[in-house]
């Protein structure tokens, strides 16, 4: 393509340079012939070479002007490109700045974009889905590869720790217990105990005889096995009463004491520090550790292994996932629209934002070109085009000099 382009230029260099050295021709031809005796009309003939010639050095002297010294002359004002490089770049950094990146030009553009049609058109071919999901699974799988797992598991044991102690344990226990009491599960538990106490009561006896004779002696001899027999029957009898009484006394001084016992847990001081130092003493971050060592291993090794395994449930999610989206974007016009807002409010704020950015970038990126380089380029580019001015001069600057040269021999 280059070459292409240097050969344009060359052609059209040499397409306006043959037609100056023709005006030259025909120029010295009619002053020859105009001193040997020439006739009327090639006194027009040579006006109009004359000031063909006359077009077509000018031309010539300011496109060559542009991108550098006409005949390696150093003229002022010359080379324009090379010596004004700098100001270029940020004269053009500036005009796209003014004239481009303003909120009239960029939000009309900006307003009829429809990214979420374009994603959606995309998102409905079952390659791009494929393509999509890879590259959530690779993303995925390099981003825990990259992680270290010391550092992870710092940070667990770090985090668990913060959160564990912000906790209310207090206020935890005291629910608890409420909700204990509230749902009869303390009363549940009382039945349940009391059959177990009886029985133990009864295999108890001559554990209690055994008492007697240790503390009392003189009493366990004349009545030991009456006494012991008589309190496990009143004990056992107790616990009947308890167990047949759905009102007794017993049942209902249990759920007070342990109402009391739920508000003792919220107000008293000794338990707020029995709870302040189980979590200074016990719930650290060292004893943490070997909890959050195993769960960052298990997770890792889970998470790696569903990844790697195109049939695994996390596979099978991902596609789910992407589908739905997929027929979210393509039906759920309300969702179409939010995101379109979002993205255009998004872009228009960074475009706005960014302006100065903008300029600065072309600024300095036209000042890290090489003079020399930077002109030679746009030679290539516009200077098949600009051949024509030169060939256009030579035509009327011809047509010029043939005007006035007629005006002349006909007023004067």
Do not use: C
Request: no cysteine; hydrophobic share 40%; proline share 2%.
């Amino acid at each position: 393509m280059s070459n292409h382009k240097k050969n344009q230029l060359r052609k059209h260099k040499r397409l306006a340079t043959g037609l100056f050295f023709f005006m030259a021709i025909v120029y010295a031809a009619m002053v020859y012939l105009q001193h040997n005796g020439g006739q009327t009309w090639m006194g027009y003939v040579e006006a109009f070479s004359e000031a063909g010639m006359v077009g077509a050095l000018a031309d010539w002297f300011a496109v060559t002007a542009i991108f550098k010294h006409p005949l390696g002359i150093p003229i002022p004002h010359t080379n324009l490109i090379e010596r004004k490089k700098d100001d270029l770049g940020q004269n053009l950094g500036k005009f796209v700045k003014d004239n481009f990146l303003n909120s009239e030009n960029i939000r009309p553009y900006i307003e009829k974009l429809d990214v979420v049609k374009w994603v959606s058109e995309w998102l409905n071919k079952p390659s791009s889905q494929k393509i999509l999901e890879t590259e959530v699974v690779g993303l995925t799988k390099k981003i825990i590869s990259d992680l270290k797992d010391k550092d992870v598991e710092t940070f667990l044991a770090i985090k668990g720790t913060e959160i564990l102690h912000e906790i209310d344990f207090q206020k935890i226990t005291s629910s608890g217990i409420d909700y204990f009491i509230e749902k009869n599960e303390h009363i549940h538990l009382l039945e349940v105990l009391l059959p177990q106490i009886k029985g133990y009561i009864n295999e108890s006896e001559e554990l209690i005889r055994q008492r007697l004779y240790e503390n009392r002696p003189f009493l366990a001899f004349l009545a030991g096995k009456k006494i012991s027999t008589e309190v496990v029957d009143g004990l056992v009898k107790f616990l009947d009463e308890v167990d047949a009484d759905k009102e007794h006394f017993v049942r209902k001084k249990l759920t007070e004491n342990l109402r009391n016992f739920s508000n003792d847990v919220i107000v008293s001081e000794s338990w707020n520090k029995k709870f302040d130092n189980l979590k200074q003493e016990v719930l650290t971050e060292q004893n943490l550790r070997p909890y959050t060592d195993d769960a960052w291993q298990s997770i890792k090794g889970l998470l790696v292994q569903n990844l790697e395994n195109p049939d695994s449930q996390l596979h099978g999610y991902l596609k789910s996932n992407i589908q739905k989206f997929s027929h979210s974007l393509s039906h759920d016009q309300a969702l179409s629209s939010r995101i379109n807002s979002w993205v255009r409010h998004f872009l228009y704020r960074m475009v706005l934002k960014n302006r100065d950015e903008v300029e600065a970038l072309i600024s300095r990126t036209v000042a890290g070109w090489k003079g020399k380089e930077l002109s030679e380029k746009l030679e290539l580019e516009v200077g098949k085009d600009l051949q024509f001015i030169r060939i256009n001069g030579t035509l009327v600057g011809g047509f010029v000099g043939l005007l006035i040269y007629t005006l002349t021999q006909l007023f004067l």
